[in-house]
């Protein structure tokens, strides 16, 4: 199982928090049509949103395999 999507969710997580640091050091209101604030948000709860997955997901399969393995364990 891949890592990617949650060095992704990471990017987006630091990207969030970087576009929110610039838009209070420069006073930056809108980016294009939409509020800065908006879009800062939004990519942080798809990074938050992509890391807790994947480690939900990585820890169901961690507990498979041991219920499998305390199976194999018990079946012989």
């Known amino acids: 199982m891949s890592r990617i999507p949650r060095l ?18 420069e006073g930056v209101a809108m980016l294009g049509p939409l509020p800065i604030v ?24 961690a507990q498979v395999d041991a219920a499998k393995r305390r199976e194999d ?3 012989d």
Do not use: H, N, W
Not at 45 to 60: C, E, I, K, N, Q
């Open 8 to 25: 992704i969710g990471y990017a987006f997580m630091a990207a969030a928090a970087l576009l929110a640091a610039i838009a209070k050091k």
């Open 38 to 61: 908006a879009v800062a948000l939004f990519l942080g709860m798809v990074g938050v949103m992509l890391v807790f997955t994947d480690l939900m997901v990585r820890g169901l399969y």
């Open 73 to 75: 364990e018990g079946g």
